[in-house]
């Protein structure tokens, strides 16, 4: 039962407190999405990675990016990844966001037994007419908002468009007339806030997490324990069986035992007739 309980705590809670980092990041298509994940010291010189999860019963990791030497940036595609043991922090870049792009990633350490990883949710909202290239930077326990501007242009030729209203609640960052769309360094816990923004056409709507795999761990540990149960009523009725002929063979040894001692009594008992 031990082992089972442990199977359940690594399924269940994988990298628990291990890693750090934000639980969801947003972006349009053609944005620049950076986010950071932090970890433990003693992580510190393990190899670090980047992928995204895919499975639904058995999850499992693909377009695994790992990082380089110290400091260094390793680049796969649109995605660039840099550990920072310094700082204790891994760095993740993703590039000219596609609507494909979105679904479950895991910042990762490899260990020898069970790698430490932290689920991070990416969503990609489709693009308008009129809206800018954005970088968003998404950290760990890093607060308030900051913004510098932009040196793309914009893939549509629009120019004089602003991507958010005078009500808006981001004003003091909105680009104005004829300029680009402003880097934004978003916390964790307000990179959400991008959801709201408004468009000219509707956004994509989230996807909800699917039950099965919300459930995924529970139903393995069901699978494991039914297992078990099988494995010990076969056994237990194995050795009732075997018990079962043991005791009919000592009856059937009695018995020939029984008429052996009777023959004999019968032979002996003649003389005396």
Known sequence: MRPLVLLWGCLVLPGYEALQGPKEISGFEGDTVTLQCTYREELRDHKKYWCKQVGYLLLRCSDII?????????????????????????????????????????????????????????????????????????????????????????PYG???????????????????????????QLDSTLAKDT?????????????????????????????????????????HMLRWRKEAQLATETQKNEKVYLSHLSTLMFSLSLPWL
């Open 66 to 154: 790992y990082t380089g030497e110290e400091g260094q940036e390793t680049t796969q595609g649109r995605v660039s990844i840099r550990d920072s043991p310094q700082e204790l922090a891994l760095t993740v870049t993703l590039r000219n966001l596609t609507l494909q792009d979105a679904g479950k990633y895991r910042c990762g350490v490899k260990k020898l037994v069970f790698s430490e990883t932290f689920l991070v949710s990416l969503l990609v909202f489709p693009a308008s007419p009129g809206l800018y290239p954005t970088v968003t930077t998404a950290k760990q326990g890093k607060t308030g908002a900051e913004a510098s501007p932009f040196t793309g242009t914009s």
């Open 158 to 184: 629009h120019a004089g468009t602003s991507l958010y209203t005078g009500t808006s609640p981001h004003a003091a960052t909105s680009p104005h007339a004829g300029s680009s769309r402003p880097t934004m």
């Open 195 to 235: 959801r709201s923004v408004p468009s000219s056409s509707s956004s994509k709507p989230r996807v909800s997490i699917p039950l099965v795999r919300m459930l995924a761990p529970v139903l393995v540990l069901f699978g494991l324990l039914l297992a078990a149960g099988l494995i010990a009523l076969g056994s």
